[in-house]
């Protein structure tokens, strides 16, 4: 990551800080910052880096390479002008004292003596533009794809859209959008250029972001003797000959061993499947409370494309499962990631092992 380059400050970050009420707000697009005063009063300015998705990870190189780099004497005010921060790093940004601006959410915080604003501005009332290639269906498939297949490989559009299931000129379109973001890094040009991933927490975040949510989700109650126990009975889905692949919570916590006891599991499985028919065959029943299993569906049974078998040198010494089918890491990270309760404790701990096999 280049530290100290600098784009122009972007046109949305004024618009933003406009809304706040009391802030007047004056853009400085050549020096790089913006001036801000609150309610007439002495005007602060900010020196602005505009860094498109901003992962967790390079939050903290970032701040590192900022405490390094000059005493607290001398330390400027710097605000990170981004189009999406995850949760984990707003929090990180929030500790460190350092002011961010989220246009996707319109979050800003800005911290300065005498300062400080943490607020979520109001809209505007204009229709966001459509963003094209969003991270979602079959797209997120492509971004399951990379994270799976193309951490420490050269990436060439013919090969990660025959992989995807996609057509070139959608690859293209999404690699395209992946490097603007600075997802991507771009070499050559014309039929012999190709990608590198430069960022894979920001891919992540940025999949995790713009994912479509579960279309469908039905409750079912298995009487079993614990959660290991409930998941030993799902290899009795093959019985329906329809895929099907355990999922969320679960999955990532089989990935990354996080918590003492299994969670309750989330399963896929394929939309033409009749859920009555799903209940029966694992001797349970649908209910509308007391449910310890979940049953996903979505239309496009996209969640299948990158799903394994789960296998025996995967196991963590006190599991034993036959024939249990797994969504991607990748994929289980996405699904986790702002799941319920403790998913994204499991979830941080996934990530973690997704990116020692990438760029850091």
Known sequence: MSFGVQESVPDWLPRILQRVEGFTVHSRPGLHSVSVSVNGGRATDFEVF????????????????????????????RLIASRHLSLATRELLRENGISWVDERSGICRLVAPGLLVDIKTEGTGQKEPAVRARLRDRSGVLAEVLLLNFLQRDIRLASVAKQANVSTALASRILARLAKLKLLDTHAAGPQRFWK??????????????EQPVEHSTGIYLWSRSPHELLRKLPLLNKLSVPWALASTAAANLYAPTLTTFPDPSVWIESSAAIREVARVLGGELVDKGANLQILQ?????????????????TPADFTVEDLRIVSRPRAYVETINAPGRGPEVAQNLRQRILADGVS
């Open 298 to 314: 979505s239309k496009n049974d996209l969640a299948f494309a990158n799903a394994i078998l789960w296998t025996s040198a995967n």
């Open 197 to 210: 991933i430069s960022n894979v927490g920001g891919l992540l975040d940025l999949w995790a972001t713009e």
């Open 50 to 77: 505009t860094i498109p998705i901003l992962s967790q990870e390079y939050a903290k190189q970032l701040i590192n390479h900022w405490r390094s780099s000059e005493p607290d004497s001398t330390r400027r005010h």
